[in-house]
């Protein structure tokens, strides 16, 4: 005679075996089967989805971003739900790690999945955090399956490199005086901060016989966009036809250029025959 309870079995068998005694012998078959068949159905699986509930984070605060992961049916129990994680924010370096799966606790339909920002100081601009339910066989997966969380960089952009130039101002400096030629050196962008500047020297002028030596390298000043290099003849008694200076600048990691060359002419005030 079945018990009717609620509980989900399954169909369950009774199985009666004749046991020996002194008053009989005992036959074949000596035991036989009754099944007794289950009226009751298991629970529909759950249903899981996931949205984001606070889908702007930011380094800045830090503040924080949040997904929620949703159940359907029973709250009877706890239910631990899986996921994975992409975007273009990195797991355990963009922000705190996230392990995996959360736990929907009993008596309640939802659990929060909290995106922590870690602030650095890398310029990466805005990342994104993007959580996908995984399959699970105590549950179903709905719909929305995932969903995106953006993190917002408080990094500003690095700023570009100034762009460097050089033109003749003074095209002629003279021994007679003697009357200086000059170079300017010249920038783009920013002038908040010094900015040195190298170059080189050629042509046929020889740098410190010629004219007075010069270091191979000028700074612009700060709040200045720009500064001379000076080339100051020297006055000998030697008579050199056709002199002039090349002024070059060299590349560096600080700038680059744009304008890189520029001459000008060195007169000489001897006479050939005094």
Do not use: M, W
Request: with cysteine; hydrophobic share 40%.
């Amino acid at each position: 005679s079945p018990i009717d309870d609620g509980a989900v079995e399954g169909n369950e068998t009774v199985v009666l075996t004749l046991a020996s005694d002194a008053a009989y012998l005992v036959g074949s078959p000596n035991s036989a089967t009754v099944t007794i068949a289950d009226n009751d159905q298991p629970p529909p699986l759950p249903t899981v989805t996931v949205v984001a509930s606070d889908a702007s984070a930011s380094e800045s605060g830090p503040n924080a971003g949040t997904f929620t992961v949703s159940r359907t049916g029973s709250t009877a129990e706890a239910l631990a739900a899986r996921y994975s994680v992409g975007g273009t924010a990195a797991n355990g370096t963009d922000y705190a790690t996230l392990s995996g799966s959360v736990t929907i606790p009993s008596g309640s339909s939802s659990a929060i999945v909290t995106v922590s920002p870690i602030d650095d100081s890398t310029v990466e601009g805005n990342e994104t955090v993007v959580l996908t339910l995984a399959t699970d066989t105590a549950y179903l997966v709905g719909s929305p399956n995932s969903a995106t969380v953006t993190i917002a960089d408080d990094d500003p952009p690095l700023a570009s490199k100034p762009l460097v130039s050089v033109i003749v101002t003074d095209p002629f400096c003279f021994e007679s005086g003697p009357d200086p030629g000059t170079f300017t050196v010249s920038r783009s962008g920013s002038t908040a901060t010094a900015l040195t500047v190298h170059y080189s020297l050629g042509g046929t002028a020889v740098n410190g016989t010629d004219y007075q030596l010069l270091s191979g390298s000028v700074t612009i000043p700060a709040g200045s966009d720009s500064a001379p290099v000076v080339v100051q003849p020297v006055d000998d008694n030697l008579f050199e036809v056709g002199e002039f200076v090349i002024l070059t600048l060299t590349p560096d990691a600080s700038y680059d250029v744009l304008l890189s060359i520029a001459v000008l002419n060195l007169l000489d005030n001897d006479l050939l025959f005094p």
